[in-house]
């Protein structure tokens, strides 16, 4: 059987993330898929996603990967990084979330593993919650250490862009 891939967006209030992560987790291992859960305001927009998504299941199947888990590799190319640690600051966090999760495996486990998710969050469309917009200017910004002098050399339009060229050079920058 075909392993798929599922998103689902919402928000999410995460009163206690550890709790939230270990909920997370169950559901995974209960319905043998991967689930990984990022914020989707450090999201420069759908394509950032699925790039991010791609190279990081390339990695997987090359065994190229630098993390051990599908999710975490995901996580890492999705913030840019090299290194895992920094790469959680595109994580989920407590309090309000505007969240994206990406579900890996059999079309049998992903549809259960929807199900239960769907009961944690308040669904809303990905196309909207990912969609690039000013409100998420700064913590992309900041994030991906995007300057003013790259900024004014593109164009403010082309912030989305400026960030997929750090997806793509995540294992080459230090």
Do not use: W
């Not at 995974?28 to 927009?45: K, P, Y």
């Not at 309090?95 to 969050?121: S, T, Y």
């Not at 002098?149 to 593109?154: T, V, W």
């Amino acid at each position: 059987m075909q392993r798929e891939i599922e998103v689902i967006c919402g928000e999410v209030n995460i009163s206690d993330l550890s709790a939230f992560l270990g909920k997370i987790n169950t559901i995974a291992s209960d319905n043998r898929v991967t689930i990984q859960g990022l914020n989707a305001d450090l999201l420069a927009g759908e394509k950032h996603l699925h790039f991010a998504v791609g190279k990081a299941l390339r990695a997987v199947a090359s065994g190229k990967n630098v993390a051990k888990d599908p999710g975490v590799e995901i996580m890492r190319y999705a913030a840019g990084e090299r290194q895992i640690e920094r790469s959680f600051s595109i994580g989920l966090h407590e309090g309000e979330n505007n969240a994206v999760f990406v579900l890996l495996g059999k079309i049998d486990g992903l549809l259960i593993a929807l199900a239960e998710l769907r009961k944690l969050i308040e669904e809303k469309p990905c196309s909207e919650l990912l969609a690039y917009s000013s409100s998420k200017r700064k913590g992309i910004l900041s994030l991906f250490g995007i300057t003013d002098e790259e900024i004014k050399a593109s164009g403010e339009e082309h912030i989305p862009e400026l960030v997929i060229e750090r997806v793509a050079l995540a294992n080459f920058v230090k």
